[in-house]
């Protein structure tokens, strides 16, 4: 099961003994909750004799910080579109993005993803995702990427997987 906070998602998953799917890349201040909640409630089922736990996180690699912070630059626009409600726009370009002009209340409604987006080369993102399952105790990661190119998100990926893996 997929949660956001200790709230019903995480307590069932754990009374029925199921894996759980914190979901950090979308509510980061809640999942250290989402963890404990699901901890707290499980109960071994043929599907599982102890907690499993999955923590999720947006993630860009790339070969030096610059190009790395480059390619996140729209996700906070697109981060925006989901927030306000107005539902999620088509993945804008970088330069669409910059072109955007940002009131105080736009930056401070995406500032929780963009201070937990992991960005940067391979080295640095994986030592910040080791600090992300370290810090919940997760089993496993599932690391989103999010670019206006797909070469760019699958580069990202390649990067990410020749560190961590060799």
Same mark, same amino acid.
């Given at each position: 099961? #997929? ?14 003994? #199921? ?28 599907? #599982? ?21 480059? #390619? ?95």
């Amino acid at each position: 099961m #997929l949660g956001s906070s200790g709230g019903e998602s995480a307590r069932v998953a754990g009374a029925r003994g #199921l894996p759980f799917a914190a979901n950090y890349h979308v509510a980061p201040a809640r999942v250290l909750e989402a963890v404990e909640a699901y901890r707290a409630a499980f109960k071994p089922s043929a599907a #599982l004799e102890a907690p499993r736990v999955m923590v999720s996180a947006d993630v860009i690699v790339a070969e030096d910080e610059e190009t790395a912070r480059r #390619l996140a630059i729209p996700y906070a626009l697109w981060v925006r579109s989901v927030r306000t409600g107005a539902g999620a726009i088509p993945y804008p370009s970088p330069a669409e993005a910059e072109a955007f002009e940002w009131s105080d209340d736009d930056r401070k409604l995406v500032a929780d993803r963009l201070d937990t987006q992991f960005v940067g080369t391979a080295e640095t993102v994986a030592e910040r995702l080791e600090t992300l399952r370290r810090v919940t105790g997760a089993d496993e990661l599932l690391v989103t990427t999010m670019t206006f190119e797909h070469t760019d998100r699958v580069r990202s990926f390649e990067l990410l997987a020749k560190h961590w893996y060799g």
